[in-house]
DNA sequence: CCAGACGTTGTT
DNA sequence: GTCTGG
DNA sequence: CCAGACGTTGTT
DNA sequence: GTCTGG
């Protein structure tokens, strides 16, 4: 699976568009994204994620971000197969649902990846009456059960790819979901 | 009708 | 500036 | 999203 | 494939 959806319409098996992301409140309608919304909806898993946090024009900070208990993710995805009319060949490619950040996110993006429950895998991945689509799970995932951490720049760069790539920048401190906000 | 868009993030 | 790979 | 490439001829 | 703007 190639991440960025190629809707099955595409003429040359290429979106000309960005498609690496879908936005929860316009997958619904858009032409790119709603059949897929209703008819194949997919898990991304993923132990962790990077976002990069932007305090000023030039200063760009990646941030790691992982489960509490270091568990897996499971991103809300969409995918799509798109067939070569030449070859027959199938190009299966697949994107991931955006929506508001959380209290732990929002300090470093205004936006974050769809997070689904477990209790959520199943109803999210079965074929659902058209008239009642899951469209209330595309929440923002609870922002005490993550954590979030200064990474070194190295993940910029799509050639890099290793452990290091997550180890905290040295003398930070973890960054946690304010405890306050509930008094 | 036809041609062109169909998207996100972030930035302005 | 724009495209590509990840 | 990000960073990095973005080209040809001719040679291996 | 389907919608929108012209």
């Known amino acids: 699976m190639r991440w960025g959806l190629v809707p099955f319409w595409s003429k040359d098996g290429k979106a000309s568009f960005s498609t690496i992301n ?3 409140e316009t997958v619904a309608t858009s032409p790119a994204f709603r059949e897929a919304w209703k008819q194949r909806r997919c898990l991304v898993p993923a132990d962790w994620f990077y976002e990069w946090q932007k305090p000023d024009e030039k200063t760009k ?3 790691a971000i992982a489960n509490k208990d270091d568990g897996m993710f499971a991103f809300a995805g ?13 190009l299966r490619t697949f994107t991931i649902l955006t929506t508001d950040p959380n209290e732990l996110m929002e300090p470093i993006h205004n936006r974050m990846p769809v997070i689904l429950h477990r209790r959520d895998y199943e109803r999210w991945l079965a074929p659902s009456d058209p008239t009642n689509l899951p469209i209330d799970l595309l ?3 609870p922002a005490d059960e993550m954590k979030a951490w200064k990474v070194g720049k190295a993940v910029g760069n799509t050639r890099n790819n290793d452990p290091s790539l997550i180890e ?3 003398d930070e401190e973890e960054v946690t979901a ?3 906000l509930f008094g």
Do not use: C, I, V
Request: glycine share 4%; charged share 30%; no cysteine.
């Open 61 to 63: 900070q990646p941030f």
């Open 22 to 24: 879908a936005k929860s």
């Open 168 to 170: 905290p920048l040295r």
């Open 78 to 90: 969409l995918w799509e197969s798109w067939k070569d009319r030449a070859t027959g060949q199938k």
């Open 139 to 141: 929440r923002p995932y």
């Open 178 to 180: 304010p405890l306050t």
